[in-house]
């Protein structure tokens, strides 16, 4: 089993930065692909970004390029977003997901972690 982890979450106001973490554990493996996605209320979860394990290859949703950074440890197997000129409108539960291989859809990720919520202010 693979267990993950977010921790970060909180209240911010508009302008201002935030940064997730996110801790695997279990049967997890450092060429994991490891993603980030927010859901808001009455919407699909999306995809934000996401890193390999090996390549150190990343990619961001073009909503958010420049404004959001990923970065990861291999060997301790975890991933970190670094989020900046929050908007009221990215007020979401933010998941961090992981998968053996490469993708950008949240259908592709096998393994979720429970949520971190990200209450964006004015």
């Known amino acids: 089993q693979v267990q993950l982890v977010e921790s970060g979450g909180g209240l911010v106001q508009a302008g201002g930065s935030l940064r997730l973490s996110c801790a ?3 049967r997890t493996f450092s060429w994991f692909a490891m ?59 933010d998941y961090c997901a992981a998968r053996a291989r490469w993708a950008t859809v949240a259908s592709a990720y096998n393994y979720w972690g429970q949520g971190t919520q990200v209450t964006v202010s004015s």
Do not use: C
């Open 24 to 26: 695997a554990s279990g």
């Open 35 to 93: 993603g980030w996605f927010r859901q808001a209320p009455g919407k699909e979860r999306e995809f934000v970004a996401a890193m390999t394990g090996t390549s150190g290859r990343t990619d961001y949703a073009d909503s958010v390029k420049d404004q959001v950074t990923i970065s990861r440890d291999n060997a301790k197997i975890t991933v970190s977003l670094q989020m900046n000129s929050l908007t009221r409108e990215e007020t979401t539960v």
